[in-house]
């Protein structure tokens, strides 16, 4: 469905209209034809109703083809599951957890009867540890403040909030939906390396502003680093913090090309970048090059936007590297007001199949190696973390906080809560909801008005559940649950408590130089602070 084109889509509608008019005038020559006369005008009135409807972006871009989706939807479960998909098989998001969003997003019953479906006794099976004194929590706006000593404007953020995707990679109804629908539910939206764009302002809601390699929307003609063009952003009322892009969990140390032939003058706008030219986004940045330099950048984009907090995402790799960075901030006192980790499990970007699926660490080993390290150099209080890759259950990003995670980002989860339907075609141009493409035939599907406040809705429903989780392990705020609160069964299937697997490392261990096994204080000696590389 999601490679017809728009003759393709539209012409089967037209096909069933010529029908339903031949059907009737041959109705003159044989009187039969009254039967294929009203079934091809049944079918010509459900066209008609498809396109001018506005709820589902299917049906609005494939009238009367849509409904076999709904209708194989119907399935009876027991066949769904058995001949055709189980609710947890991952492609790359299970049924249930697609289920769970469309759920919330729409504010419909988000409960499931007649017990789990999870293989309880398998390894890698989770669960929280509930208390026999659960408690109620009242607050569900749940909240982190963000922002250092150094920084002048801190930002007080939600505890889940939209994580980066350009506009480039989503269609202006997209992008514009994902941001009314933060301003409606108080949240963050990451503007991912695409800078930011009319659609963004538009939405009025608050904006992570992400610098990626390319620097689009601060660069010079040249592609370099531009301090002025990047403090005009940055200044804005509405961007709240700043974001250096080092890597991303799709394809972790790999550029990007964004063809001339895709580029648009909003796209141009918002990128500056000229139109008839391909869009490089470089793998690495050519503002600075060893670990001292990058905490002086930070420093710059901290005084350029007035002070607010500025902080870096990446997914973990060479773990010496971060170690790099690291000593840097203690040998030039530049501590970053956030670090967000990023699983190599997330997926929004288009990558090679070998990045996708073997280059960067998952998120519970990047977010548990971050958190330690931080603590490990006496800096874990100073910097606040962000997690990112497949957390859209509030058991996703209970055990996120569990693991050091200060707050939680989701691409894919808001994805879903304005249409997506892991149809797997974002790189193709032919998203069949009008998410992630530029053609504006498609992009029309996408209601704005209905998406946003699902995107609201998700957000409110999905904190309320953290919440709830929290009362259930006996805890008043969610921020609080620990290692302990989470177990889980090892490869043979024996019970291990979360702070065995994923234990929290003693504060200041690596200035101690105290070995605790793991290999950190191994990389640790092997770090430098002026240089990425190993000095020889």
């Known amino acids: 469905m999601d490679r017809i084109g728009s003759m393709e889509r539209f012409g089967f509608f037209a096909a069933i209209v010529v029908l339903a008019l031949v059907s009737f005038g041959l109705i003159m020559l044989w009187s039969w034809f009254w039967i294929p006369a009203l079934v091809f005008t049944f079918l010509a009135l459900v066209g008609v109703y498809d396109v001018v409807q506005d709820r589902h972006s299917i049906l609005r871009n494939y009238p009367i083809l849509g409904h076999m989706r709904f209708i194989f939807e119907g399935i009876r479960p027991e066949i769904r599951q058995y001949l055709i998909e189980s609710d947890q098989d991952e492609e790359p998001f299970s049924r249930e957890k697609r289920s769970l969003v469309y759920q919330r997003a729409k504010g419909v019953e988000d409960k499931t009867p007649f017990g789990t479906r999870q293989r309880v006794y398998d390894a890698g099976y989770a669960w929280l540890t509930h208390s026999v004194q659960p408690r109620h929590l009242e607050v569900t706006d749940l909240r982190i403040p963000i922002g250092g000593s150094k920084c002048l404007q801190p930002y007080s953020a939600s505890l889940y909030n939209i994580s980066a995707m350009s506009f480039g990679s989503l269609s202006s109804n997209a992008i514009l939906a994902l941001n009314k629908g933060a301003k409606i539910g108080g ?75 895709k580029i648009t003058p909003e796209i141009a706008e918002a990128r500056g970048v000229p139109m008839g030219v391909d869009c490089v986004s470089p793998a690495a940045h050519s503002a600075f090059s060893t670990p001292i330099e990058m905490m002086g950048f930070l420093r710059l984009l901290r005084d350029r936007s007035g002070g607010k907090p500025v902080g870096f995402k990446l997914c973990i790799g060479h773990r010496r590297e971060f170690m790099c960075m690291v000593k840097a901030m203690l040998e030039t006192g530049v501590i970053p007001d956030f670090i967000v980790v990023d699983g190599k499990e997330g997926g929004t970007g288009a990558a090679p199949l ?167 204080l191994e990389r640790w000696r092997r770090a430098d602070a002026r240089a990425f590389a190993p000095m020889d």
């Open 187 to 261: 949240f963050a939206h990451d503007t991912g390396e695409g800078g930011v764009s009319r659609y963004h302002r538009e939405g009025g809601g608050d904006l992570i502003y992400e610098i990626g390699s390319g620097y689009f929307g601060a660069r010079t003609p040249e592609g370099a680093f531009d301090p002025d063009k990047y403090a005009e952003t940055a200044s804005l009322e509405q961007v709240k913090m700043i974001e250096l892009k080092l890597s991303q969990g799709a394809k972790p140390g790999h550029g990007g090309v964004l063809p001339a032939s």
């Open 354 to 520: 070998e990045f996708a699926n073997h280059v960067g660490m998952p998120l519970i080993e990047g977010l548990t190696f971050v958190h330690n390290t931080l603590r490990g150099a006496g800096i874990r209080d100073e910097v606040k973390i962000g997690a990112a890759g497949k957390l859209v259950s509030a058991f996703d990003i209970a055990r996120a906080l569990a693991l050091g995670a200060d707050w939680a980002n989701s691409a894919r989860g808001f994805m879903f809560a304005i249409g997506c339907i892991q149809a797997q075609a974002c790189h193709t141009n032919h998203c069949p909801v009008g998410v992630a493409t530029q053609d504006p035939l498609r992009a029309r599907a996408l209601n704005v008005g209905d998406k946003s406040q699902r995107v609201a809705r998700f957000h409110r429903n999905t904190l309320k559940a953290v919440a709830e989780m929290a009362g259930a392990a006996g805890l008043d705020n969610p921020c609080n649950f620990l290692p302990h609160h989470f177990m889980q069964r090892d490869s043979s299937g024996e019970m291990v408590a979360g702070n065995e697997a994923f234990a929290y490392l003693p504060e200041g261990f690596l200035l101690r130089e105290e070995d605790v096994g793991g290999g950190y």
